[in-house]
């Protein structure tokens, strides 16, 4: 399992809109949105628990949780924004498969 702290160190230095593969385990169920949103990823026999995508970079929400946003390409028709949150659900893995050329660096704070 990977906390906040390292989810957030490990992407530090990666750029913005680098491929990054995640297995996060939601902590609550999914609403009409993302269950219509996953439709692409059930019909192709993929584990939904799995999500690939680019890096759109870290927040820290109000209540002082690191969230991690990536656009991922097994959600919805063309893709969808997915948030992970290690506070509240379980992230099992998260790998850089490939850097992003250098561009702005994305912040966490």
Do not use: C
């Amino acid at each position: 399992m990977i906390n906040a702290t390292q989810m957030a160190e490990k992407m530090k230095d990666v750029p913005l809109d680098s491929i990054v593969f995640v297995a996060y385990e939601a902590g609550r169920p999914s609403g009409p949105q993302g269950i219509a949103e996953s439709a692409k990823a059930r019909q192709e026999g993929l584990n939904l628990t799995h999500y690939t995508g680019h890096f759109k970079g870290i927040r820290v929400t109000k209540s002082g949780h690191h969230v991690m946003t990536l656009w991922v390409q097994e959600r919805g028709e063309a893709g969808a924004y997915r948030a992970f949150n290690p506070a509240l659900g379980t992230l099992r893995t998260l790998e850089v498969l490939q850097l992003a050329p250098q561009q702005a660096q994305q912040a966490t704070g």
